[in-house]
C-alpha cells in the first residue's frame, strides 16, 4: 500500500505545505517521475482531487503523487504584503515549489484553474517537465465565459434568467439564487447524488479573496483573468498533453477543441458520465486513462 507524508518548503521566506503519496516499493520504482498536481477554484484547497491517490496503488505503474496547497490557501501561508493577486504570483511559485523538493523530472497535472498556471509554466519551457495533463480546463477565458454562459442560459424553468436577476440585483442569497445555482453545479460541475467529504472539504476552505480577484463572478467575471487567454502560444508546447474533460463539464467541448487542436502533441479523452470533476465521478477509469498516458513509450 501507498504511504502519505506531508511537510512544508520555503517559498519567499513563507511555508507551502505539500502532501506526497508513494507507492509501496513492489509497485512503482524510482525511475518514474511522479505527478504534481495542481488544484483550481482558484482558491479552493488539493483535497478535493485526492481521489488521484490511486495512481499510486497501480501495480506496474504506480507513482508518487504530489499536492500542495496554493498561497493563501488550505495549510499554506498567504504570502507577506500581497495586495493582489495574480496569475504570475501562482505560476512563480509552482516553479518555486519544484525547486524546493529538488525534482530534476516530473510530470504535471493541473485542473481547472490549475491548469492555467500548469499552461503558463509550459510555456516557459521549465526544464524538467515530461508530460503535462490538462485536466477541465482551457486556454481562452473570453470562450470560455461565452460557453458558460450559453449553459447557463440553457438551464430549464428560466432558471438561467433568474440567475441573472439574482447577480444584477444583489440578492445571490437568496433561495431563488440558490436553487438555480445548485442546479447548474448538479449538471455541469459534479453529477453526484452526494457531495463527497473531500469535495466538502475544499468548497469550505475556497478562498474568496483570490476567486474574486482573478474571476469575480462566474457569469459576468471582473476578474484580472476576463480576457487571459494563451490559444496563440500553445504551439510552443514542446510536451506531450493529455487533455481531459466530462460530456457534461462546464468547459464544453467547444471551449476544449481549440485548445487541444493548436498542441503539437495532444490527445483528448472524454469521460462519457463526468463533468467537472471527472476525477471524482470516474475515479477507477479516470486514474486508468491518466496513468496509460503517463507510462506510454
Known sequence: MSTVTTGTVSVDGRRVWFRRV?????YGTASVPPLVVIHGGPGMTHDYLTDLDRLADLPGSAREVIYYD???CGNTERPAGVRSWNLELF????DSVLSALELETYDLLGHSAGGWISLSLA???RTGLRRLVLASTCADMPRYQREIAALKDALPDGLGAVIDQCEAEGTTDSAEY???FGLFQSLHVLRLDDMPDHMLVSITGLN???YDALLGPEWNMTGSLQSWSVADQ????????LVTSGRFDEMTPATVRPMVDSIPDARWHIFEQSAHMAMMEEPELYADVVSAFLSRD
Do not use: K
Request: net charge negative.
Open 22 to 26: 508513494s507507492p509501496a516499493p513492489e
Open 70 to 72: 496554493q498561497a493563501g
Open 91 to 94: 505560476v512563480d511559485e509552482l
Open 123 to 125: 510555456l516557459r519551457q
Open 178 to 180: 440558490g436553487q438555480a
Open 208 to 210: 474568496d479573496e483570490i
Open 234 to 241: 500553445l504551439s510552443e508546447i514542446t510536451v506531450p498533453v
